[in-house]
């Protein structure tokens, strides 16, 4: 778990050091609506490991393992690569079982997630391209695809 719901500041795990690295803060109030991770093991579109946005009930900590599973995934482009990001929920959460597939997600909790990326790409200067939301099957499809 890299990056808390509700905080400006983006971490990256850093392979050498072992270390939480403050990579970025969000400008303006600008915050994360979600929890923010990654995949252990995996390797994405875009050389690193996927990313995982964390639907949790309950306050988690950067550094944490959590064991999730996948719900769903957003298709995305960062600057022309593959940057898909999966939508999963721990599985020891249990007001958390009646999420089994993205689906189930508010619709609107997705359009704001889709603004969200985009306002972090501008901040960025980067540019970003969400192609599309897909459902659990393909999200673990993808998470078998990059398994290392």
Known sequence: MENLKGTKEKYEYDEVSGEMKLDFVFQ???????NYGEI??????????????????????????????????????????????????????????KIQDISEIDKKFLAEDEEFLMQVAKQKNKVMKVISFQDKEVAEKEIKKSKI
């Not at 303006?28 to 979600?34: G, I, M």
């Not at 050389?47 to 995982?52: I, N, Q, V």
């Not at 064991?67 to 593959?82: H, K, P, T």
Request: aromatic content about 4%.
């Open 40 to 97: 252990l093991n995996t390797l994405g579109g875009d050389g690193d490991k996927l990313d995982a946005i964390i639907l949790a009930s309950a306050p988690l900590t950067i550094g944490q393992i959590i064991n999730c599973r996948a719900v769903g995934m957003i298709e995305l482009l960062d600057r022309g690569e593959e940057d898909n990001k999966i939508f999963c929920v721990p599985v020891a959460d249990v007001e958390m079982e």
């Open 28 to 34: 303006a109030d600008l915050l994360w609506p979600y």
